[in-house]
C-alpha cells in the first residue's frame, strides 16, 4: 500500500494551482493507491471540489480532512461571530462532507477510512493554547488569546469562523478542539479494538506534538504558536498502539520526526512566497509525503 499526502496547498494562489497540477501528476506517476489531503486547500469551495477530482484521477481513493481556511467564509470585512445565524459546524460536518463526496472522496473527520487492513483516521483538530510557551503566557492577557490578536495582528480565524453549540451559544477554541479530539479518539479507539485493522495512519491538519512546533523565542511567533494545535490532540493519539504514522499540516514549515514509536511528519506546500526560488522539482521531492504499508 502506498499513501501520498499533500496540505496547505492554498490553490487561491494561480503558481499553486500549477503546482498542484504537477504534483498530482507525479503522485499519479509513482502510483499512489490513496491520496490524504491535510486541509488548508482553499477557503473557496469550487477550489476544494476541484482539488479532489483532480487527485481522484491520480489515485484509487482520496480522503480529506478540513484545514481552518477550507472551514473559513469568504464575507471580507465582516466578523461572523456577530451573526447569531452562522455556525462553522454545519460547514465542517455538512457542506464540506458534501462537496468532498460529490467527487468520490471521502471524508474523514465523518469516518474512518479502511483499505483492507490499514485504516485512515482524521480530523481537522483544533487549538487550545497549548503550544503557547508559559514563559510568554504569563505575558499575554486572555482577551488577547480570545480575540487572537497582538499588536494590531489577527489570526485569521477570528473573524471567519464562528462554531456554536446546540443553543446557539459561541464555543471557545479550547471546546472546539475537545470536540475535534473527542471525535478523532473515537475514531481511533474503535479502530484499536477492531481485529480486521492492522495498522492506522491518523491525519489532522492541526499539530499534536510538541516537537514539531516551530519555535522563534519572540514574540509575535510565539503568540500565534498557540493557534497551531493541541497537545491533548498527541496524547490521545499515544494510547493508540496501531497508530504508526501521524501526518499534520498548518504550519508551513516541513518537518519528519520521531515521537516515541511514530513517524509524524508534515509536507506542506504553503503560500508562494514560501517555496520562492525552490525549483519544481525541489517541490515535487519535498512537498508530498510518502508511506508505504
Ligand atoms: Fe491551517
Redesign the pocket.
Known sequence: MRIASVS?IHLEYRSNRELFLKMAAEIGARGADLVLVV??VSHIDELIVRSIRVLARQAERVAYVP???DLWVDRPGEDVQNDSGFNTWKRHDQHLKAMIESEGGHYLPAAPLRMGDIAVAGSCGWYDYSFLQPEFRGQIPELALREQTIDGMQWGDRTRTAFRDTEGRLMSNPEVARRMEDALHAQLSALERDPSVERVVCAT??QQYEQTVRRAGTLPWEFFNAFMGSSRMGELIDQHSKVEHVIY???HALGDHRVGARRVFGTPLGYPREHKGISDEEVLRTRIGWIEL
Open positions: 496547505d486541509g488548508d484545514g481552518n481556511h491538519h492541526h499540516g498548518h504550519t
